[in-house]
Every structure is written in C-alpha cells, then in structure tokens.
T-cell receptor, first 111, second 114 residues
Framework: DAKTTQPPSMDCAEGRAANLPCNHS???????VYWYRQIHSQGPQYIIH???NNETNEMASLIITEDRKSSTLILPHATLRDTAVYYC????????????FGKGTKLSVKP | EAGVAQSPRYKIIEKRQSVAFWCNPI?????LYWYQQILGQGPKLLIQ????????DSQLPKDRFSAERLKGVDSTLKIQPAKLEDSAVYLC????????????FGQGTRLTVV
C-alpha cells in the first residue's frame, strides 16, 4: 500500500472550512484514499473514502487530484468538536482491510 | 446499533505480569482487528481475524502476545509476560466483511506497565 504524507499539525478557526492535505504520490490505480479521525481518548472514526472521483458525505468532502497523487479532506464548517488527529490512508481495493496509520495531522479548531 | 465494546478501559500492571483484554465486535461483523497505539503514534495492526480464523498476525509479538476468537464473535488479547514497552492503548475494531474497510473502533484499553 502506498505511503501517505501529511503535515503534523494545522489550526482552523471555528466556523471556517478546514482543508487537510495528503500526498500519496506513489499511489497505484487500484488504491483508494481513506480518511479516519481520532478524537482524544477515543478510537479512530471513519470519515470518507474515494478512488478518483470527488466524494461528499454528511461529515466531509474529499477532493482527489486528477493524477491522484494528492487529496484534500474538507470540513466545510469546522466546530470545536472537530479537533482531532486526522489520518489519510491508502488501501488497495478488495484487500483484507489492513489500515496502516501514519502519525496523521493534528487539527486544532479554535474559537 | 451498538458499537464495539472493550473492557477494561484502563489497566495498570507490573512488568512480567500477565493481562487480558476483551472485545465484543458489532453484531454480524465477520472481521475483527486488534491494534496497538503507543502515545504519539498512529495505531499499529497486531492481528486480524476473519470469523474465527487468523488472517494476518505478522506484526504480533508471538513470544508474549496471543489472541483468540473462538466462536467467531468475541475476542481476547493476552500479554504474558508484560514489558514496560507494552504500555499503550489497545484498540479493537470490526468490519462487516473481508475487504469492507469501513472499520468501527472501540474506545480502547489503556495499559500501563510499571
């Protein structure tokens, strides 16, 4: 599975959009991009995933570049409860589901 | 629906003692995972079960760690004997089926070895 690179930390003002980048320059054609987040003292929580098209759900939007070498997770209106570590993971489709977590991005939403 | 249940939430033991963690996955989820999360790092997969069979235990330190899922539902993870470096949060997760990668995580068990 391709390695991903994320900034270690980011700040965002409450109510503004949080845009979290992820580089996955070695991603292969059958690898999906998954995002999870981990709020303090909780287990990771699934957010969204995509292959090459942009995706949106009730939690976030995922924008994947045309060459698929990078993606951005967008939280449209960040709240204090969105303060968490966000993990970007690449994973082959149909795999056994072995999520390999890096260190992620610590997002701090500030009032 | 009920989430993944883990117990205990916290455990403190002395080195060389043994400890066991319990996990009850979401009903109907065939795949179960145990992860170890050391402070400041992302979770690391220890073992994956598909029903009651082991799919991947390549990162499980088998000299001291063991896990079982006898009836394909609940699972236990044991450490015997514990070392100081085993201090971590142990997370259990489950997913509906193999290849279904939306995994649901429990709150974890925080182990401190002194």
């Amino acid at each position: 599975d391709a390695k991903t690179t994320q900034p270690p930390s980011m700040d965002c003002a409450e109510g503004r959009a949080a845009n979290l980048p992820c580089n996955h320059s070695t991603i292969s054609g059958n690898e999906y991009v998954y995002w999870y987040r981990q709020i303090h003292s909780q287990g990771p929580q699934y957010i969204i995933h995509g292959l090459k098209n942009n995706e949106t759900n009730e939690m976030a939007s995922l924008i994947i570049t045309e060459d698929r070498k990078s993606s951005t997770l967008i939280l449209p209106h960040a709240t204090l409860r969105d303060t968490a570590v966000y993990y970007c993971i690449s994973l082959k489709g149909g795999s056994q589901g072995n999520l390999i977590f890096g260190k992620g991005t610590k997002l701090s939403v500030k009032p | 629906e009920a989430g993944v249940a883990q117990s205990p939430r916290y455990k403190i033991i002395e080195k060389r003692q043994s400890v066991a963690f319990w996990c009850n996955p979401i009903s109907g989820h065939a795949t179960l995972y145990w992860y170890q999360q050391i402070l400041g790092q992302g979770p690391k997969l220890l073992i994956q079960f598909q029903n009651n069979g082991v799919v991947d235990d390549s990162q499980l330190p088998k000299d001291r760690f063991s896990a079982e899922r006898l009836k394909g539902v609940d699972s236990t993870l044991k450490i015997q004997p514990a070392k100081l470096e085993d201090s971590a949060v142990y997370l259990c997760a489950s997913s509906l089926a193999r290849g279904q990668t939306e995994a649901f995580f429990g709150q974890g068990t925080r182990l401190t070895v002194v």
